[in-house]
């Protein structure tokens, strides 16, 4: 069996009793995308679209194609009629953008909205009261074609396994608080909690993740 393939099942086996695994395939060859859906997987998640477009075109089709990294909008296009999820969702305009593509393809794109927990300035995402904000808009309101599952976030990068934990705590109480509110249209599709990566995923599962998105530690490391 191949390293990958040896790497997806152990993933699976720690990590789908409680949540799903993405298998982060970003700047690898569709040789590496073809063993790990030849071991069973069918997540796959990219950072960039147009490298997601180009690989999906020989791969099988039943893959499930997630949206990892931040967007530019005039490519959203690209990825509107097939894209599975799209956990970057991390401004006002980037969302509508997405509502307009998915109704051009006459469809809804399930969307996370990215949320800001790490303390680097450098992390994407809205705060917690932007996010509060933005779900009490009328531009918020007017979207149709997409529903929001849920949220994202990434800790901040450090060894600091408290600080860690602590982030991933303030974005499962932000999750948590959302729910019980009414700002939501079908608050019971609302089920997602993306969190955790390579580095940290064994304390997002602890911390409640629904979805871990891995990528080294199956597919080995990144130039
Ligand atoms: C690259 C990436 C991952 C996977 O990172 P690994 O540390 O290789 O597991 C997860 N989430 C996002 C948003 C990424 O860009």
């Known amino acids: ?21 993405v298998a982060v395939s970003k700047t690898k060859p569709n040789s590496d995308l073809q063993e790990a859906y030849d ?8 950072n960039k679209i147009q490298e997601m477009t180009e690989k999906r075109e020989t791969l099988p089709k039943d893959i499930h194609w997630h949206m990892i990294g931040h967007t530019q909008r005039n490519k959203v296009k690209y990825m509107a009629p097939y894209v599975h999820l799209i956990h970057s969702v991390d401004s006002p305009r980037l969302a509508k953008e997405i509502n307009k593509q998915a109704k051009n393809n006459e469809r809804t794109i ?10 680097e300035e450098s992390k994407f995402g809205f705060d917690k009261q932007e996010l509060l904000d933005y779900l009490n808009s009328d531009a918020f309101k007017a979207l149709e074609n997409i529903q929001i599952k ?6 901040t990068f ?7 934990r602590k982030e991933f705590k303030v974005l499962k109480a932000l999750y948590d608080e959302i729910k019980t509110t009414d700002l939501l249209k079908n608050k019971d599709k609302f089920t997602e909690l993306s969190m955790g990566m390579t580095g940290d995923y064994e304390i997002a599962l602890e911390e409640g993740s629904t979805m871990v998105r891995i990528g080294s530690a199956i597919f080995g490391s990144r130039d």
């Open 1 to 21: 069996m191949s390293k990958i393939a040896e790497n997806i099942i152990r993933f699976r086996e720690i990590i789908e009793p409680t949540a799903t695994l």
């Open 39 to 46: 071991a069973g997987q069918r997540h796959l998640g990219e």
């Open 110 to 119: 399930n969307c996370l909205l990215q949320i800001h927990i790490a303390e």
């Open 150 to 155: 849920g949220l994202m976030g990434m800790a």
């Open 158 to 164: 450090t060894d600091d396994k408290d600080q860690v």
